[in-house]
């Protein structure tokens, strides 16, 4: 997330649910938000965490379903009834139960930082259904520490473990244990410069005959290279790992 975004939600992190101007100040806070993003093709919209309702849903069609914004803020939170996948409902309960007391399990010092917690679930499009990642990031926050007003940001994703829930605090990320109901270290996923150097010179179109030579190896370390870059990401091939590398943030 850049920095910038976040210097314009600390404003809005020092207001609690109390605050009679709270409601007044929401189109702002929305008008802020759509300049930011408009150039980015995710969608996103957001909630009113504790009244459990959309307060503004954006146009793109990646997270609509089929439905306009109007129909999408009209169905609020039965929206992922009828439209998530009913094995990944759990997830979302789990995020929900996050949002109102997992801020609690954080020490004090994590409280005060930079954080948005991300997951991936499978929403319905036509007769399939399709993997996202969803980014929730906190606007505002009451007193025990609940999310109040959240923004939330939907794009593609190619992880293929949907349970996992993380909460990235400025320089570390951090994972939800469900069973202890705590947060733990979660430890990424690390390329050495030569994967990132391969990966990088891939989306460019380089062949692995071009790869060797620009990073003056042979074609068969090239391709031993490649291999254990495909496993440690999980996939299958270049352009599947090109995706991996920048979903996961790991270039």
């Known amino acids: 997330m850049p920095q910038h975004i976040y210097n314009i939600f600390n404003y809005w992190k020092q207001i609690n649910e109390t605050s009679s101007n709270l409601q007044a100040q929401i189109p702002q806070m929305v008008h802020f938000i759509k300049r930011i993003l408009i150039d980015e093709y995710q969608s996103f919209y957001i909630i009113d965490a504790l009244n459990k309702k ?85 606007l505002v926050k009451n007193n025990k520490q609940q999310i109040t007003l959240a923004l939330c940001k939907v794009s593609l994703t190619d992880q293929k473990n949907s349970s996992l829930i993380t909460a990235r605090l400025e320089n570390k990320t951090v994972l939800w244990n469900k069973e202890k109901e705590d947060w733990e270290e979660y430890f990424q996923i690390q390329l050495s410069n030569k994967d990132k150097e ?41 352009s599947e790992a090109i995706v991996a590398c920048c979903t996961r943030k790991l270039l």
């Open 54 to 138: 959309f307060v503004y849903v954006h146009e793109n069609a990646l997270f609509l379903c089929g439905l306009t914004s109007r129909a999408f803020m009209n169905m609020g939170y039965d929206f992922y009834t009828q439209y998530v996948h009913p094995e990944d409902i759990p997830i979302l309960l789990e995020v929900n139960k996050i949002g109102l007391s997992g801020y609690q399990k954080l020490s004090k010092e994590d409280q005060e930082k930079d954080i948005y917690i991300s997951y991936d679930f499978r929403i319905k499009n036509g007769k399939i259904y399709l993997p996202i990642h969803h980014t929730l990031i906190p």
């Open 198 to 238: 391969i990966i990088c010179l891939s989306s460019q179109g380089y062949t692995e005959k071009e790869l060797a030579h620009q990073l003056q190896l042979s074609e068969s370390s090239i391709k031993k290279r490649k291999k254990i870059l495909f496993q440690k990401l999980n996939v299958t091939n270049m």
